[in-house]
């Protein structure tokens, strides 16, 4: 009797799965809607308390190749008001990932003009003047060259946009919002509006002069981003008390490695690429000293030279709690840590 229900139920999941099979098409299609009202329907900022700072890694990588790192990317969110630090390539697509509004990016500071720093900016762009129908260009501040890089790309972009605004028409593709407003600045306050104060200072990463890092205050709540920068004193006095230090690392004996290597099957050119970058980014040492004499509450790494896969991270940043006794984080692409001001600041991954 036993046997004959067991064969019964068999005969029933095999049916079910049958069923399952034939319709299999449609099944999919129906989850496809659904993960497509889901993703129209996401607004991260709906879930992220509004009295609380909050920084996203939509870049953490480098020059070098890494197929799970874009290139420089740092958002802070304040009061519902988003601020892009750089647009490495990648980024601009992370940042969407992330569901992050792009119609409340009040714009793009770039902390140097490294093209890791700012290649991404054209797809950024794209998203936001199709995907919000943006009334004015995104706005572009950096150092000295920023103008000539918005010409550019507004020169590059030129054709693409008149078959977009063809296509689309002007209610969906403004005329007016499309590409770059440049915006050229120097160290001292660079923003300053709703109580959201940023200020951008020199940083070390000679030849590429001027390098700013950033500070951005609100409501007694700070972040400090270094951009790229050999170990700074400048950064170490502008990060005085910061919540969360964001700065860069390097790893020079992984870094010298890569340079052997590259020496061993005659490239000796690629090699002496890796030793000249040696010197104008930090050490793991470095960067702990900097959040130490700064009094930090909190370092976070990004722009990780190299990046190693995920279990061997650890040893790109060997020696930085040597240095510092703080809370240390290496980000990933999708992270986000909220500041409230007393406590640890809490993280998330928005992409996992
Ligand atoms: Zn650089
Ligand atoms: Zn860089």
């Not at 790192?69 to 990648?90: K, P, S, W």
């Not at 890791?116 to 706005?139: I, K, M, N, V, Y």
């Not at 499309?178 to 104060?197: L, M």
């Not at 590259?262 to 030793?275: E, M, S, T, V, W």
Request: with cysteine; net charge neutral.
């Amino acid at each position: 009797m036993r046997k004959k229900w067991l064969l019964a139920a068999l005969g029933l999941v095999g049916l079910a799965g049958a069923v399952a099979y034939t319709q299999r098409d449609t099944i999919a299609m129906a989850l496809i809607s659904r993960a497509a009202d889901g993703a129209m329907a996401r607004n991260v900022m709906t879930d992220l308390p509004a009295d609380q700072l909050h920084v996203g890694f939509c870049g953490t990588g480098s020059p070098l190749p890494s197929r799970d790192r874009a290139a420089a990317c740092t958002v802070v969110i304040a009061n519902g008001r988003l601020f892009v630090f750089d647009m490495g390539e990648g980024s601009g697509e992370t940042l969407s990932l992330m569901g992050m509004p792009l119609d409340r990016v009040q714009g793009v500071w770039l902390t140097h003009l490294h093209s890791d720093h700012f290649e991404g900016l054209g797809p950024l762009a794209l998203q936001r003047w199709a995907g919000t129908s943006a009334q004015a260009p995104l706005p572009l501040i950096g150092p000295a060259g920023t103008d000539q890089v918005a010409q550019g790309l507004n020169i590059a972009y030129g054709p693409d946009s008149k078959f977009r605004m063809a296509h689309h028409g002007p209610a969906v593709v403004p005329p007016s919002g499309f590409g770059f407003a440049a915006r050229v600045i120097t160290p001292g306050v660079v923003y300053d509006q709703g109580g959201i104060r940023i200020t951008a200072f020199a940083v070390g990463h000679e030849p590429v002069t001027p390098s700013y890092g950033f500070r951005l205050d609100w409501q007694g709540k700070s972040v400090t981003i270094s951009g790229d920068t050999a170990k700074s004193q400048m950064l170490a006095d502008m990060a005085k008390g910061t919540n969360l230090l964001v700065h860069e690392v390097l790893n020079r004996d992984l870094v010298e490695t890569m340079a052997q290597a590259a020496d061993k099957h005659g490239q000796p050119k690629r090699g002496k690429i890796f030793r000249d970058i040696k010197d104008y980014h930090a050490s793991p040492e470095e960067a702990g000293d900097v959040a130490k004499v700064a009094g930090a509450k909190m370092l976070a790494f990004t722009h990780v030279v190299p990046s190693l896969p995920r279990p061997l991270m650890r040893l790109v940043t060997l020696g930085a709690d040597t240095h510092y006794t703080g809370p240390i984080r290496t980000m990933r692409d999708g992270d986000l840590l909220s500041i409230n001001g007393k406590d640890e600041p809490a993280y998330r991954n928005l992409l996992d």
